[in-house]
Nanobody, 125 residues
Framework: QVQLVESGGGLVQAGGSLRLSCAASGLTFSYCNMGWFRQAPGKEREFVAAISRSGSTTYYADSGKGRFTISRDNAKNTLYLQMNNLKPEDTAVYYC??????????????????WGQGTQVTVSS
């Protein structure tokens, strides 16, 4: 059974930082491209960042460029998202996702096969 479990969310003031983690089990983590998505109340789920199987290729949504860093540790089956200089508009539930048959790194939600339950990030002004 595939499980993706996010952690690290919370309440932070604008300008602060958080590091999200996603622990994966039940799949061959190192074979999967991985992504982070987020969904704010009343809005559609949107792409945040993605990383290739080896970690050599990364993509970011414009909203997070220069502030967010996606990384992975294949030995620990764990995905990370370092978020710095957080803004109130970053408030959302953040989800990690796995693409089990990646041809290349993808940024659309429908390309991903497995999803975590999400972790809440709230940024106060």
């Amino acid at each position: 059974q595939v499980q993706l479990v996010e952690s690290g969310g919370g309440l932070v003031q604008a300008g602060g930082s958080l590091r999200l983690s996603c622990a994966a089990s039940g799949l061959t983590f190192s074979y999967c491209n991985m992504g982070w998505f987020r969904q704010a109340p009343g809005k559609e789920r949107e792409f945040v960042a993605a990383i290739s199987r080896s970690g050599s290729t990364t993509y970011y949504a414009d909203s997070g460029k220069g502030r967010f860093t996606i990384s992975r540790d294949n030995a620990k089956n764990t995905l990370y998202l370092q978020m710095n200089n957080l803004k109130p508009e970053d408030t959302a539930v953040y989800y990690c996702a796995a693409d089990r048959a990646p041809l290349n790194v993808r940024t659309t939600a429908r390309a991903y096969d497995y999803w975590g339950q999400g972790t809440q990030v709230t940024v106060s002004s």
